[in-house]
């Protein structure tokens, strides 16, 4: 069985897409990945104004992320994505950015849904979608395990947000990149400057939507090198995650 053709594009990292280190940020490492996806489907005849004729869009389920090295400002990286299995309610999608050198950067693993744009559930991808990408048909997609939960006999740290009208996309609900920063921004400066990221699992169980207040919760490992995050809205669990860190030197 073969996996869909690789669609590769170039991008030169800005400035405004770097946070305080210099480096490309993490929300802006899946706006990349995001966009090589819309413009791979696009060149396909399967894009975004496509999906919306027919009341249906792509939503993410659950990311994997694998971080090498973060690229600075100026650096140019080759974005990578490719379709990679399916069955009639789930798909696979992988993604690659690295240098043009070839070097791994960071990869990163998905899983995507199709949904009833007003209805909100989800419906069957069209056979035709994904014959387009030429991604392998499974009967079981390749999961993606679970990211370990907040421990709920012990305390979290917790900060809110209320969610705004620019954090909504044309999807019509909070854009994935906005999670990230609820999800770190929590951890606090001193933290985010002494530690660099190297794997985040995030898995979405429920919406975000706008004019909601959103709860960020953590909780932290002795050594301070994994934190377990939720998300929640009410007592609705949005979002929860598991990210793994290594100290600067």
């Known amino acids: 069985m073969m996996s869909g053709d690789i669609f590769t594009q170039e991008h030169t990292i800005v400035y405004y897409e770097t946070d305080q280190t210099g480096k490309l940020s993490l929300p802006m490492i899946f706006n990349l990945a995001i966009l090589a996806s819309a413009n791979h489907g696009a060149a396909l005849g399967q894009g975004e104004e496509e999906l919306h004729a027919n009341n249906t869009g792509w939503v993410v389920l659950q990311y994997d992320l694998h971080i090498t090295k973060r690229p600075q400002a100026g650096d140019v990286v080759i974005i990578k994505t490719q379709a990679q299995e ?34 909100r559930k989800m419906v069957r991808i069209p056979q035709s979608l994904m014959d387009a990408y030429e991604a392998t048909k499974v009967r079981h997609i390749e999961k993606i395990p679970a990211p370990q939960a907040i421990d709920i006999n012990q305390p979290t740290v917790k900060k809110e947000y209320h969610v705004r009208y620019l954090d909504i996309d044309s999807n019509k609900h909070v854009n994935n990149a906005q999670y990230f920063d ?7 400066a001193e933290f985010l400057q002494t530690h660099e990221l190297v794997n985040l699992n995030i898995k979405y169980a429920t919406e975000v939507r706008y004019g909601q207040e959103v709860e960020s919760h953590y909780q932290i490992s002795d050594d ?15 979002t929860q995650a598991e990210l793994k860190w290594r100290a600067n030197n």
Request: no cysteine; proline share 5%.
């Open 86 to 119: 399916y069955n009639p309610y789930f798909a696979v999608r992988n993604f690659w950015l690295e240098t043009p050198a070839g070097d791994k950067l960071v990869a990163i693993k998905s899983v995507f849904a199709m949904i009833d744009m007003e209805q």
């Open 182 to 188: 609820w999800l770190i921004d929590p951890l606090g």
């Open 224 to 238: 301070q090198l994994v934190t377990w995050h939720q998300i929640k809205t009410d007592d609705t669990l949005n």
